[in-house]
């Protein structure tokens, strides 16, 4: 069986229509289906309902789903796994950081405070704050750097982690101005934003304070195992 096999399933299970899932996959779809139909052989059954309103899980086809998430969850793992161990292999300090700061604060941070000459070689991981937790909890790097509210629990307060203040930064809530200057949305009442997603420390920040009471301050912290 091939992988792609079921990476295109997953897509097809999620946007229910051959062309659109094609378009995502980067693949014509008349190869798209010839590999939709390629998995189908291997299982044995269909998998799709196909109709002109797009095509709907079987029952197989709905009992498969979860084990192909998990079949490219675990590999997606253990591809991150071997490339942490090559890491370590070759760098001298391993820090995860989350997308934002990793682009924004990490780059003078460690000029200022990280001779290079000494420090050897430098593995930087930039991802969301969950899965910075997961690797900072597996011993895959050293240093975890994100934002962090004090009165917010994170899986890194069972004592498994210290930190340190290293920063601070205030949330603003901008808007777009409408003609004559003024806000083109309100800042109260219910208020319309972009969110973050559920793994976004951020996000959880954002969550927890509320977005309609205005900006709230959040510090940048970094994390290491004990």
């Known amino acids: 069986m091939d992988l792609d096999w079921v990476r295109d399933f ?3 299970a999620e946007h229910r229509t051959f062309s ?21 052989a291997w299982l044995g059954t269909p998998l799709f309902l196909r ?4 095509a709907h899980l079987t029952a197989a086809g709905t009992g498969f789903r979860p084990h192909a998430e998990e079949l490219m969850r675990g590999l997606d793992r253990a ?10 292999a070759d760098a001298s300090l391993a820090i995860a950081a989350t997308h934002a700061l ?3 604060f990490f780059p003078g941070w460690i000029r200022r405070h990280a001779p290079f000459e000494t420090l050897g070689a430098l593995n930087l991981i930039s991802d969301s704050m969950a899965a910075c937790e997961a690797i900072l909890l597996a011993g895959e790097v050293q240093l975890l750097l994100c ?3 004090a009165d917010l629990p994170t899986p ?3 004592g498994r982690c210290e930190s340190v203040r290293v920063g601070a930064d205030s949330l603003v809530p901008l808007c777009a101005p409408a003609s004559e200057g003024a806000p083109l949305w309100p800042l109260t009442g219910a208020v319309r934003y972009l969110a973050y997603g559920e793994a976004s420390g951020l996000g959880r920040i954002l969550a927890a304070s509320g977005v309609a009471a205005g900006h709230e301050p959040a510090s940048r912290r970094t994390w290491r195992r004990r």
Do not use: N, Y
């Not at 659109?20 to 189908?40: C, D, G, K, M, N």
């Not at 591809?79 to 370590?88: H, P, V, Y």
């Open 51 to 54: 109709s002109a309103q797009g």
């Open 79 to 88: 591809c991150r796994e071997a490339r942490a161990a090559g890491a370590r």
């Open 156 to 158: 890194l307060d069972d």
């Open 20 to 40: 659109r899932a094609a378009e995502v996959r980067h693949v014509t779809q008349p190869a798209f289906s010839r590999r939709i139909r390629a998995l189908e």
């Open 10 to 12: 997953l897509a097809l």
């Open 147 to 149: 934002h962090h509210r």
């Open 102 to 104: 990793s682009f924004t």
